[in-house]
């Protein structure tokens, strides 16, 4: 079992920037990846991007390219999202997912994009 507790959500204005955090329990180096997904109101679950190892470029959802930026910090066994110039449709819960022979999730952080 993996818990995972995503933090740093809340509201942003277009344009600006806004940092998400998610805590293993675990080395995330144990794991064969983890992603960021996040649900906009009323409509389905998406990936937003996936880091695997750290010497691995991490993969986006062509929405977001240029704007997103997942990292890792093994150490603090943490990945992070850094959002930039973010836009009203970025607004949703965003997921944290965790795998290995297993897929776990966090409870899921609120960002409000506002205009």
């Known amino acids: 079992q993996v818990h995972l507790v995503e933090s740093g959500g809340g509201l942003v204005q277009v344009g600006g920037s806004l940092t998400l955090s998610c805590k293993a329990d675990?080395?995330?180096?144990?794991?064969?990846?983890m992603a960021w997904h996040r649900q906009a109101p009323g409509k389905q679950r998406e990936l937003v991007g996936v880091i695997t190892s750290p010497t691995i470029t991490p993969d986006y959802v062509d929405s977001v390219k240029g704007r997103f930026t997942i990292t890792r910090d093994d150490e603090k066994k943490t990945i992070y999202l850094q959002m930039n110039n973010p836009k009203p449709e970025d607004t949703g819960i965003y997921y944290c997912e965790a795998g290995d022979r297993l897929h776990y999730w966090g409870q899921g952080t609120q960002v409000t994009v506002s205009s």
């Open positions: 675990i080395m995330i180096s144990n794991l064969h990846g």
